[in-house]
């Protein structure tokens, strides 16, 4: 490693967390050069059964697990909890994920433990958040995508035979996650260097991580009633931009909403006719024509292999993608030569795996070094931790 | 403001940012106390003439521009680079957003502004990255939702008529601008207090921010070829949890999938014998059978409003939720308690607008504090800035 390396190399988080989005905070953390420490209990956190299995140790769990120090002890044990307690009083930052009520009912809530470090900040994350008429109902991240208003979005106007889809990953937790980690750092700088200065508390909901996300849809609906309604894959205040069936049954997203790529794309699919049209050479213009436009882009897709059209639409500087699969993007030139797909070696595993790089990168610092080794198994540090760093406690 | 107040009070932000991502980015800074110095040409961001108006003002602005302080210069000219110069000398990060290559042609790049100031990160947030064969493509963020492969997989089986639909929001601007805010805050944290530390050179891309919430995928790519295909509104993982068709024509979701919700489930809609059955004792015996199950449940949802089944679904302790359009958001009683929506003053529409609060807290400090006031016009701060903060230059 060149120059300054990781930038939180010394700072210290302690994770109490399990499934997704307490973990995956924490691990935006560490992919920055924190030291985590997971805190599992002694049967594992449950995400380590998830999905495929090698040697039987999960594969996702290899990411989503990695560059942590992992302890494993009993939260309801008196040790467990005086371990927590002495971690706690040597960390900069706790990250968790349970049901809210859950830590102050097993002696650990933030009083307790803000007493023995009170400039340990305390993030926690939770379906509803710590208050309000709903905190205690159960949440999955599916429900934060209902009622923070995404998956209403996500769906095609007219369909009524199928629910509308979820994206596929979860994004409530992911989102909530991020934010956390991103809080966490936010009361970190404060702290830091300042004496006076005390711990936070973070309270982050993943229904509100989605409701977030709402662009202008909140006070259009308190000002004027409006009620957004689904698009398909179009956008409703851009044209033209949407998703196109090729002659090989495959889709192509095409994003030719400004006025310059406009012109350059009707040119590329034959029509300088629409590219001239004086109704079309505004946004405006063109999303009030948005379905002539559309049906002559579809038209021409449709004469096309989805990766003969990519490459011409390409070719002519607009933007275009096919829409990716894993194999598209683990084989992709770009995320090969940025090693945002890279060879990573798991112990455990007795594999080479492929890792995703973090998406953000620091100066002098490469995306193999942001991964310094893969999730380790249970316990496996609780040598290092509970000996060196605890003194044996 | 009781306590510590917001944390980043003291922190200040030179926004050159334009459309989503580079403003999303400042305003998660702006909304924890940061002083952000948005830069904007003499006309202005083209995001202020997006979506509905009141007053020449645009209602979505209000959210995206608040608590930033506004500075408008041409940074063509001599005397607008001279003031970002004069800015950055006294900036402790800067966020921009333009495509690679441009602050370095206008000679603006992160040399320039290092050797002004060796303590200022600079986070960039592009398409495809700093570097890689694509970096000087064009990129709007559903391309980079394409590519990071969220689009693929947000679809229904089946279905060849529509194309996959996209999520109905800026995903992919939104989530590489949290991650941007998240890595300036680690840059920061390295560098407050260290005399001996340089600012960081921070590269953020929308299409890696996508591809990072991909999961297990990649390396199930990479170890058994296995490319993950869109499965509608369930999950491949786990059973059961989807989203059902009730009688009056609405979506419900419901998580099940847990052993002890499960059998919950199974007593509300009437099906004991399901929820006694060996099979479907565990999530593996569930997704095994899960056309079954998911039969069953949608065969009770039918026959009720959507309304009707959330309530007894609730009473029985079960997650569940209708997909919330924005009337469900902005008149929800958890979201009114949290005051995840509040009622904020915009002065230049001249009206009271509907906001949503960031989604993380700290201690001591309500949402209302966190809007300490909503979008500023182009160049309301000049004086302020150029003239009490620059001293005239």
Known sequence: MTGQGLPLAGFRV???????????????????????????????????????????????????????????????????????????????????????????????????????????????????????????????????????????????????????????????????????????????????????AKGRIIDVDLVGSIFSLM?????????????????????????????????????????????????RLMKVIGREDLGADERLQTNIGRCANVKEIDAAIEAWTRTLPAAEAERLLDAADIPVSRLYDMKDCAEDPHFRARQTVMEVRDPLLDRTLLHPAPPFRFDGVSPPEMVRWTAPAIGAHNDHVFGELLGGK
Chains 1, 2 share one sequence.
């Open 14 to 196: 302690l994770e109490l967390g399990h499934y997704i989005a307490g973990p995956f905070a924490a691990r935006m953390l560490a992919d920055m050069g924190a030291e985590v420490i997971k805190v599992e209990p002694p049967e594992g956190d449950p995400h380590r059964g998830w999905g495929s299995q090698v040697n039987g140790h999960a594969v996702w769990f290899s990411i989503h697990g990695r560059n942590k120090l992992c302890v494993s002890l009993d939260l309801k044990s008196e040790d467990g909890r005086e371990k927590v307690k002495a971690l706690a009083a040597r960390a900069d930052a706790l990250i968790e994920n349970f049901r809210p009520g859950y830590l102050e009912r097993i002696g650990l809530g933030p009083e307790v433990l803000q007493a023995i470090n009170p400039r340990l900040t305390i993030a926690r994350v939770s379906g509803y958040g710590q208050d309000g008429p709903y905190r205690d109902k159960p949440a999955f991240g599916s429900i934060g995508e209902a009622m923070g208003g995404i998956r209403h979005l996500t769906a095609t106007p007219g369909v009524t035979d199928h629910p509308p889809p979820r994206c596929g990953v979860s994004i409530a937790d992911d989102i909530a996650g991020i934010y956390a980690a991103m809080a966490v750092l936010g009361a970190a700088w404060a702290t830091k260097g300042n004496p006076e």
């Open 215 to 263: 662009e202008g849809m909140l006070p259009e609906y308190g000002l004027f009633g409006w009620v957004r309604q689904p698009q398909g894959a179009a956008l409703p205040t851009a044209a033209p931009t949407n998703t196109y069936l090729c002659a090989d049954g495959k889709w192509l997203c095409v994003g030719g909403n400004s006025d310059a790529i406009y012109r």
